[in-house]
């Protein structure tokens, strides 16, 4: 699989994040196909260099690898396995880099449902953001067997700045990437509780994002979504309704272990709060803008 020409690689999902993967091989001069449900992305991916399709199967056609970037597990099983799915069009021992999150027990039945077909399955979680995919330069912390992973090394290298290989089995790459997402759910949530606070003080939250990207009270998540509520501007890079998800995924495997998640529940109420304020589309910094509500504040963009 080391030869880039007589590679064929598809890419499924052409949001922010696989549409930086697509962009990423086809700048180290792989062939790329590329399916979504939204023609522009799909044109924006032809004007790169890349070849469109008109399903999931279609754009497998022959595929060795296929990168299967879409949003959740219901969506990983329909592009897969359902009617013009890509797994049954992929050449034979093709691998699949299954990015979406999910829950482990989802990763271990399509990998298995994957192999009963013939095809290698990478449980391979993706984070990073939309510029460090853009970049080439995204953590995959993925599991999956060690032959599976050298097939694919160079493409993993082509879209990643770090690979972990967490182990031969599917379902520790979804585990070690939902762990992250409690983390990330919650100072999102945290993020936006802070700034809003800070309005409440009549504090000039531009000054009081300097400060706390350069003190102790930081995190990434501060850093990169604070600048949304600076800018008033609520496109989105993530939404809302992936943390609904993401920390609804990390609420069922709590309960299912009766293990305790009562910082991350929090955090989950305040994402389907957002959501049933009409924002579930929206980026997921509009937490700020459902608290901004709640106290009848006006963040920028909210005036009048």
């Known amino acids: 699989m080391h030869n880039k020409a007589d590679l064929k690689i598809c890419v499924i999902g052409l949001g922010s994040m696989g549409f930086g993967m697509a962009s990423s ?17 799909v ?7 890349g070849k469109p399709a008109q399903s999931p199967g279609e754009a497998a056609l022959g595929a060795n690898v296929v990168l299967c970037v879409v949003v959740n597990a219901a969506q990983t099983e329909s592009v897969l396995f359902g009617p013009a799915g890509a797994v049954a069009a992929m050449a034979p021992g093709g691998v699949i880099l299954s990015c979406a999150t999910m829950s482990p027990n989802a990763a271990r039945e399509f990998a298995t449902r994957a192999a009963a077909s013939g095809v290698a399955y990478l ?5 990073g953001g939309a510029i460090r995919a853009a970049a080439g330069e995204l953590t995959i912390m993925a599991s999956g067997a060690a032959a599976v992973f050298a097939r694919v090394r160079p493409v993993l290298e082509s879209i990643a700045a770090k690979v972990y290989e967490l182990g ?3 379902g520790t790459g979804a585990a070690f990437k939902i762990v ?3 983390l990330a759910g919650v100072h999102i ?3 936006c509780e802070a700034i809003t606070f800070a309005k409440a003080m009549n504090l000039d939250i531009a000054k009081v994002y300097e400060v706390i990207t350069a003190s102790a009270g930081n995190s990434w998540m501060f850093e990169n979504r604070v600048p949304h509520i600076l800018e008033g501007d609520y496109s989105p890079r993530s939404a809302v309704d992936i943390f609904t998800k993401d920390l609804g ?7 299912g272990m009766k293990f305790p998640t009562p910082i991350a529940s929090m955090a989950l109420q305040m994402f ?3 959501a049933a304020a009409g924002m579930g589309r929206d980026d997921d910094a509009s937490v700020a803008r459902m608290i901004a509500g709640l106290a009848g504040l006006d963040l920028p963009g909210m005036e009048g």
């Open 43 to 49: 044109a924006q991916l032809v004007n790169l260099g």
């Open 25 to 41: 091989l086809l700048r180290d001069e792989y062939s790329v196909t590329g399916h979504d449900l939204n023609p522009e992305a």
């Open 272 to 274: 389907v709060m957002t």
């Open 249 to 255: 995924i990390v609420s069922d495997i709590g309960r």
């Open 180 to 182: 992250n997402q409690l």
């Open 123 to 127: 449980d391979a979680p993706i984070s």
């Open 168 to 170: 031969e089995d599917a």
């Open 189 to 191: 949530a945290a993020a």
